[in-house]
């Protein structure tokens, strides 16, 4: 028999004993294996079946091929082993991966064109072959971590690459930095910034800044030929033509100044009034802000020289107070400390060092005062000297020092001699003096010579091995010690014509030996007149 024909619809074919396998024949459609039944190849493992109405399994140990030009999977493909491709994978829709993509080491990732246009080395570090494109916007600035880049380690220069947005939203373009200072206006000098005039026509070696610009060139007058000039601040120059070296520093300082030459001002309005002087120096808030044409005045400190002044010249004055503030024509004054020659108006050729020193010289001139508080005898006092700590000279052509209440005074062009104040309505306690007759011929004057100063005492304040002593004059006095003595016959222990200094050195103050020297010729005329009557 050649072939087995069953010609009826829906005939089925049982096997086995118990006719637990059948095969049906489904008519126009095929052949239906019953239940969960398998078709099996060589052994049991490798089969067909259907373990449910829904799945169709094909199971084989090792392998399982499909060999065609294409093999179409319609559904979801789900390989719970290792895939292994050697061919081309094409899909036409876009595959998701749950778990990511692995490829092997220093394995390549492209297109059908262009296949290793990414490749990924065994470390990690992806290389693209061709430029990537990002859609804009999608690479955030913080993203950009430049922080490990090796740093340029030269200047910038004008070759050198920046990335630029090209209009907001644009393309990202190189641009070079010579572009960008263009861009920018930066100024390569300082004299080509638009508020900073400098060595311009005119303004020869200069420069000024006017911090009230507003970002323009300074304000000044109509300038010809003004050279070496330095100019900072607020108003600066604004008025000046023709005037050279003059170096101003501060708001309206040298706001007047025109054809004045060489001052020095600085500070708040320090000679913002000088027009024509010159060789000025004010330094400080106020400083020399009257002046005008005066020339070779010196005011340092607030308010220094900062009077209504009317033609005063060659004038110095230095100190943290206000110093010379009202002089008006007064020449070669020079007043050193806080508010010294405050009051002086024309006096000149003063000279008054230390804080309040000759405040009360108004029109007074050619006086000498040195010290705090230490002042003239009257405001129009002249040739008077004073050398200490608040007190007023005796008067004009006396030099006096000391302390107040404890001056002593020098009329120098009179009788020179040395005085101190005797008025009886400063004492109290008044009381003869004892020494007289008796002490003065207990007295000895001698000559002598002075010792070089390493044979004193080694104690003495002016032992030294270096001599200062005049050795060659003959001298005429007392010995001091022999005078104590004298004085202790007396029982005197308050004279004081005898001291001691703290080294033990004894001194003689001979000017008072007059006294004792008027009780004794008291006391002779007193004999000779008790003779006289015998």
Do not use: C
């Given at each position: 028999m050649s072939e087995l024909r069953l010609n009826t619809d829906g005939h089925i074919i049982k096997f086995g004993a118990d006719n637990d396998v059948s095969l049906t024949h489904v008519a126009d459609t095929g052949l239906l294996l019953n239940s969960t039944m398998q078709l099996q190849f060589n052994d049991a493992s490798q089969n067909i079946n259907a373990?449910?109405?829904?799945?169709?399994?094909?199971?084989?140990?090792?392998?399982?091929?499909?060999?065609?030009?294409?093999?179409?999977?319609?559904?979801?493909?789900?390989?719970?082993?290792?895939?292994?491709?050697?061919?081309?994978?094409?899909?036409?829709?876009r595959?998701?991966?749950?778990?990511?993509?692995?490829?092997?080491?220093?394995?390549?990732?492209?297109?059908?064109?262009?296949?290793?246009?990414?490749?990924?080395?065994?470390?990690?570090?992806?290389?693209?072959?061709?430029?990537?494109?990002?859609?804009?916007?999608?690479l955030a600035v913080a993203d950009l971590d430049i922080d490990g880049a090796t740093d340029i380690g030269a200047a910038?220069?004008?070759?050198?690459?920046?990335?630029?947005?090209?209009?907001?939203?644009?393309?990202n373009r190189k641009v070079t930095a010579s572009r960008l200072k263009t861009y920018a206006g930066g100024a390569a000098t300082i004299g080509a910034l638009t508020d900073v005039t400098m060595d311009a026509t005119n303004f020869v070696d200069s420069i000024l800044i006017q911090t009230n610009s507003d970002g323009s060139a300074g304000t000044t007058g109509t300038l010809s030929s003004a050279s070496n000039n330095v100019g900072i601040g607020k108003d600066v120059f604004k008025t000046l033509t023709s005037g050279n070296e003059n170096a101003v520093i501060g708001t309206a300082c040298g706001a007047a100044l025109t054809t004045g030459v060489g001052n020095v001002l600085m500070g708040l309005s320090a000679g913002g009034s000088v027009t024509t002087g010159g060789y000025n120096v004010y330094i400080g808030?106020?400083?020399?802000?009257?002046?005008?044409?005066?020339?070779?005045?010196?005011?340092?400190?607030?308010?220094?020289?900062?009077?209504?002044?009317?033609?005063?010249q060659y004038n110095t004055g230095v100190g943290a107070g206000a110093c010379l503030p009202a002089l008006t024509s007064g020449d070669w004054n020079s007043c050193y400390g806080a508010n010294s020659g405050e009051s002086l108006t024309t006096g000149g050729n003063n000279v008054c060092l230390g804080g309040n020193a000759g405040n009360n010289i108004t029109t007074g001139s050619r006086n000498v005062l040195i010290g705090y508080n230490v002042g003239?005898?009257?405001?129009?006092?002249e040739y008077q000297i004073g050398i200490g700590d608040s007190f007023?000279?005796?008067?004009?052509?006396?030099?006096?020092?000391?302390?107040?209440?404890?001056?002593?005074?020098?009329?120098?062009?009179a009788d020179a001699a040395w005085s101190r104040s005797s008025d009886i309505r400063k004492k109290k306690n008044i009381k003869n003096s004892t020494l007289g007759l008796d002490f003065i011929n207990?007295?000895?004057?001698?000559?002598?010579?002075?010792?070089?100063?390493?044979?004193?005492?080694?104690?003495?304040?002016?032992?030294?091995?270096e001599n200062w002593m005049n050795l060659d004059s003959t001298?005429?006095?007392?010995?001091?010690?022999?005078?104590?003595e004298a004085l202790d016959k007396s029982g005197v222990s308050d004279f004081g014509g005898w001291s001691e200094d703290k080294d033990g050195s004894q001194r003689l103050s001979q000017e008072l030996f007059v006294y004792p020297l008027i009780k004794a010729v008291q006391e002779l005329t007193a004999k000779v007149k008790e003779l006289e009557a015998k």
């Open positions: 373990p449910s109405a829904t799945v169709l399994d094909i199971n084989a140990t090792d392998e399982i091929e499909l060999n065609a030009t294409a093999v179409d999977l319609n559904g979801t493909l789900d390989v719970s082993g290792t895939l292994t491709q050697t061919g081309v994978a094409t899909f036409s829709a595959s998701v991966h749950s778990s990511g993509i692995t490829i092997a080491d220093a394995g390549q990732i492209g297109s059908a064109s262009d296949a290793d246009s990414i490749a990924i080395a065994s470390n990690g570090v992806v290389t693209f072959t061709q430029a990537p494109v990002f859609p804009d916007g999608s910038v220069v004008d070759a050198d690459l920046f990335i630029i947005d090209d209009g907001a939203g644009g393309t808030r106020g400083a020399g802000d009257g002046h005008d044409a005066e020339s070779d005045n010196i005011g340092i400190g607030k308010d220094a020289l900062g009077g209504p002044i009317d033609g005063a003239v005898s009257g405001n129009s006092g007023n000279v005796g008067g004009d052509n006396d030099f006096s020092f000391g302390k107040a209440s404890n001056v002593v005074t020098n009329d120098f062009d207990n007295l000895r004057p001698v000559t002598f010579n002075w010792k070089p100063n390493n044979e004193f005492p080694k104690d003495f304040s002016e032992y030294s091995e001298m005429h006095g007392m010995i001091a010690q022999e005078v104590k």
